[in-house]
């Protein structure tokens, strides 16, 4: 749902989200310059030849800085990329991730409208004529070469793509997400120090992808928010968060599942809930974070338990934010009913992200 995203001051020439106006596929897959804050969003469980299960994430962001539009200047850095790279890896025991900043320009970082496609220096994420999107990303000690293949159509997520974020009509977002992407490809691995270099493994898997859009998003009274994205065993998919204020309780929350017929039923703010079960504390930063939760759907509970504790990102040199975020198992009454990823922000220090 929502990434951590560079804040600028509002400005009345951002574009505003309003109601009225339905997201159209697939030209809504590109980048929306007039608006402040974009991010394609793409997390997902992968699984190696000898079956060791492994998450990653890769994000690419667009931010609009407010930055005088008459400025001829080649250089002028009216929009910013940000791109997040992480890998999940139990045998290593903690998050390898890596985070890159610079301004569009020179073919060097950009988010092109229409189509997705979106690059900062060799990190990419392009969508195919097809649907399917091919995803580089070489770090500092891991790589992702992967393929998303679709498999079921997008999943509109609000009112024809108008997502509430809080109380107010305009803390929304325009949102979309791609759940049961069919992944392909593969990843280096990362190393415990001193220990030997790998090559290349051989993955599959499935994905999640959300693109988002907006120029207001939080509520005054918001620290951050839990977010899951979930693909299930048979074929459904589960979007579920909640904003939450200073005392934990939520400011605005939604759901929406869709079976694998099609059918989507929406969840409102009373009917959503994300209750903590147990905490991890990170040795890095001493914050807590409730990694493993029960999440609340209407009539039904889904309980998520992470695929390892210390998933915590830490993009202070980019976004500015540290957060949990990482591939979680999610069961319903002892019995394991899919993947998926939960992000959990606003537990280090309370975000700020184009708020109003």
């Known amino acids: 749902m929502l990434s951590a995203s560079p804040t600028f001051a509002a400005s009345p020439e951002f574009a505003a989200v309003t109601s009225d106006h339905a997201i159209s596929l697939p030209q809504d897959t590109g980048a929306h310059a007039a608006f402040r804050t974009e991010w394609w969003y793409t997390t997902g469980w992968l699984t190696t030849p000898d079956n060791q299960p492994l998450g990653f994430q890769i994000t690419f962001f667009r931010s609009a800085t407010g930055h005088d539009a008459a400025d001829p ?3 002028a850095p009216s929009q910013l990329i940000v791109a997040h790279a992480a890998l999940s890896d139990p045998s290593l025991g903690h998050l390898a991730h890596e985070q ?10 950009y988010a092109k409208p229409v189509n997705t496609d979106v690059k ?5 994420m392009i969508r195919a004529a097809d649907g399917h999107y091919d995803v580089v990303a070489d770090a500092n000690g891991f790589s992702l070469h992967l393929k998303l293949t679709p498999t079921q159509g997008p999943l509109i997520q609000g009112e024809r793509g108008y997502s509430r974020k809080g109380p107010r009509p305009e803390q929304a977002s325009y949102y979309y997400s791609e759940p049961q992407l069919r992944v392909t490809g593969g990843v280096v691995r990362p ?8 090559g290349e493994t051989a993955v599959t898997g499935m994905a999640w992808l959300d693109h988002e ?23 459904s998919a589960l979007m ?14 939604h759901a929406a599942f869709r079976k694998p017929d099609g059918e989507v039923t929406t969840f409102g703010p009373d009917q959503v809930d994300f209750t903590p079960l147990r ?10 974070y409730p990694v493993s939760m029960a999440v609340k759907t209407g009539l039904l509970t889904w309980k998520l338990d992470p695929l390892m504790d210390d998933q915590e990102l830490d993009s202070r040199q980019s976004t500015g934010a540290v957060y949990w975020e990482g591939a979680v198992r999610v069961s319903r009454e002892g019995v394991d009913v899919g993947r998926a990823y939960l992000e959990l922000t606003g537990y280090a220090n309370a975000l700020r992200v ?3």
Not at 191 to 198: C, D, E, L, Q, T
Not at 241 to 252: E, L, N, P
Not at 279 to 288: D, I, L
Request: glycine share 10%; proline share 3%; no cysteine.
């Open 73 to 75: 200047s080649a250089f």
């Open 100 to 109: 890159r900043i610079a301004r569009q320009g020179f073919g060097l970082a």
């Open 120 to 124: 900062l220096d060799a990190w990419k």
């Open 191 to 198: 190393v415990a120090a001193g220990g030997p270099s790998r």
């Open 213 to 235: 859009w907006s120029s207001t998003l939080l509520d005054a009274n918001a620290v951050g928010w839990d977010w899951l994205g979930a693909n299930l065993a048979d074929g």
């Open 240 to 253: 579920a968060f909640k904003v939450r204020s200073r005392d934990g309780h939520a400011v605005w929350a």
């Open 279 to 288: 905490t991890w504390r990170s040795p890095r930063t001493n914050t807590s």
């Open 354 to 356: 184009d708020r109003e």
